[in-house]
T-cell receptor, first 114, second 111 residues
Framework: GAGVSQSPRYKVAKRGQDVALRCDPI?????LFWYQQALGQGPEFLTY????????KSGLPSDRFFAERPEGSVSTLKIQRTQQEDSAVYLC????????????FGPGTRLTVL | GQQVMQIPQYQHVQEGEDFTTYCNSS?????IQWYKQRPGGHPVFLIQ?????EVKKQKRLTFQFGEAKKNSSLHITATQTTDVGTYFC???????????FGGGTRLMVKP
């Protein structure tokens, strides 16, 4: 079946622009996670949704970062007034249920801020 | 907050040699997961360990979870070129669902 998909795969933004990154999780997956992965580093947790509820947003680096999952399926990560330090790969992952289960990762969106 | 560290950061091996990566957490973990990320790819789940002292095998891969549930290791026997990639451990504490990833060990295999 279809895995987790993300769009766009690549995004180049000028400093100060707003961007929106989309994640389509595996159908029926309750949990959805966003991670930020800098070059040569491990993924860093940003935020977690259980269905449409955002249960943990402790990893969002600033109030410029906002995530939503209004109908409990597709999620959007929005970054306002992008800065150069926001350049990274943004990974989305979904998991079938709550609790700790295998996470299925999407291919990521590579964001470059000039 | 919880920190997860991995060593080594890089490892070059000759095809056929063994490889081990070590993972240490600053806090006791509820469970630990291992992921593999091929160059240019995304993390792919390998295994989850839950019990203290647990050992699991997948063909040439052996995973261990320490008795104190603060460390873990992944050992690959007789590496192959298909093993190339970065191996990440990721732990969860008792508080919830959030995974904290280690920095990863990048394995390079010379044929």
């Amino acid at each position: 079946g279809a895995g987790v998909s993300q769009s766009p795969r690549y995004k180049v933004a000028k400093r100060g622009q707003d961007v929106a990154l989309r994640c389509d999780p595996i159908s029926g997956h309750v949990s959805l996670f966003w991670y930020q992965q800098a070059l040569g580093q491990g993924p860093e947790f940003l935020t977690y949704f259980q269905n449409e509820a955002q249960l943990d947003k402790s990893g969002l680096p600033s109030d410029r970062f906002f995530a939503e999952r209004p109908e409990g399926s597709v999620s959007t990560l929005k970054i306002q007034r992008t800065q150069q330090e926001d350049s990274a790969v943004y990974l989305c992952a979904s998991s079938f249920w709550t609790g700790v289960y295998e996470q299925f990762f999407g291919p990521g969106t590579r964001l470059t801020v000039l | 907050g919880q920190q997860v560290m991995q060593i080594p950061q890089y490892q070059h091996v000759q095809e056929g040699e063994d490889f081990t990566t070590y993972c240490n957490s600053s806090t006791t973990l509820s469970n630990i997961q291992w992921y593999k990320q091929r160059p240019g790819g995304h993390p792919v789940f390998l295994i989850q360990l839950v019990k203290s002292g647990e050992v699991k095998k997948q063909k040439r891969l052996t995973f261990q979870f320490g008795e104190a549930k603060k460390n873990s290791s992944l050992h690959i026997t007789a590496t192959q070129t298909t093993d190339v990639g970065t191996y990440f451990c990721a732990g969860t504490d008792h508080a919830g669902n959030m995974l904290t990833f280690g920095g990863g060990t990048r394995l390079m295999v010379k044929p």
